[in-house]
């Protein structure tokens, strides 16, 4: 899998806080499933819930839902794009600990198409098939996230394909 990687670097970059924290970042899998066809290949997809938690956050939620939908734009488009899974495919809860800080839970359900490939005497080749883009990404532009004269965040889109 990829996409935790990927967005878990996005956000390390991006966000102010956890630039200087990265540690209140939390990310895990859950709920996986990996669906196979008998389709003659070893190719299959892989479908999951990735939770993400960043614990004592004094920041705005803001500086984490911008940045994470920019990363959701490349990288799960229909979440955004189709009108189900948008309804229920970005999720979250708050715990208020004070009130100075947060405790953020977001979950994401994700999928990946993972493409297995024979070639010469049983070698297999894995690549992970990158996601359908509706538009040509801009990753030349430096996004920056204000909130009046306080800056949130700061990014670069991620790249399309997977690492």
């Known amino acids: 899998m990829y996409k935790p990687n990927s967005l878990q670097q996005h956000l390390l970059g991006a966000i102010e806080d956890l630039?200087?924290?990265?540690e209140k970042l939390l990310i895990f899998a859950d709920e996986g499933n990996a669906i196979a066809r008998a389709i003659g290949t070893l190719s299959f997809e892989y479908s999951y819930k990735l939770n993400l938690i960043i614990t004592d956050y004094p920041g705005n939620a803001d500086a984490v839902m911008i940045p994470l939908l920019a990363w959701?734009?490349?990288?799960?488009?229909?979440?955004?794009?189709?009108?189900?899974k948008r309804k229920t495919g970005i999720r979250f809860q708050v715990d208020f600990n004070s009130k100075d800080s947060i405790?953020?839970?977001?979950t994401l359900d994700l999928t990946e198409i993972v493409v297995v490939a024979e070639g010469d005497s049983g070698r297999l080749d894995v690549r992970h098939k990158g996601e359908p883009q509706l538009e040509p990404?801009?990753?030349?532009?430096?996004?920056?996230?204000?909130?009046?004269?306080?800056?949130?965040?700061?990014?670069r889109n991620p790249a399309p394909d997977p690492a």
């Open 103 to 106: 405790d953020l839970d977001i």
């Open 137 to 155: 990404v801009d990753t030349a532009t430096i996004w920056t996230l204000f909130a009046g004269q306080k800056k949130l965040a700061q990014w």
């Open 19 to 22: 630039k200087k924290n990265p």
């Open 72 to 84: 959701v734009a490349i990288h799960q488009v229909d979440l955004i794009g189709n009108d189900e």
